[in-house]
């Protein structure tokens, strides 16, 4: 009994870390928008946050980039496990853990999905605002 409120005790605290490292990461996005926000009003006046910007705007496709990629993994478990839960022979316990794997990553994908989206309509909101931007200093 001693040695199961033992592990329950270490599961809840990794399950912690792991919340308190997503948060962060949010946390760190949200700045990188900022960030990036904040270089494109000030980048007209000095030349050399232009370089920093187009390195902010840089790394910034390199995460819509990865979350398609990951959001194309899922898809390609999603469809193994689909095609091996109709083709294969399957007790019922290897179904229902087949089902049960098939709805963490469905969950996982509506994640990716959705910071997927957050992150490109922060990229169209930059880019709109940009365009506003440029037009207002040429008139």
Known sequence: MELYIITMMN???KELVLKQIACEIKKNRNNL????????????????LKQVY????????????????QEIQI????????KNMIDSNLT??????????????????????????????????AVTTMEEDINSDLE
């Open 11 to 13: 599961n809840f605290q």
């Open 75 to 82: 898809l390609r478990l999603l469809h193994y496990l689909e």
């Open 92 to 125: 019922e316990r290897m179904l229902q853990e087949a089902k049960h794997e098939q709805s963490i990553l469905l969950e996982r994908l509506y994640d990716v999905r959705n910071d997927l989206e957050e992150v490109v309509n922060e990229a169209d909101g």
């Open 54 to 69: 187009g390195d902010y705007k840089d790394y910034h496709n390199y995460i819509i980039n990865q979350k398609k990629d």
């Open 33 to 48: 928008h900022s960030n990036l926000r904040n270089l494109r009003v000030y980048q007209k006046d000095n030349k050399f």
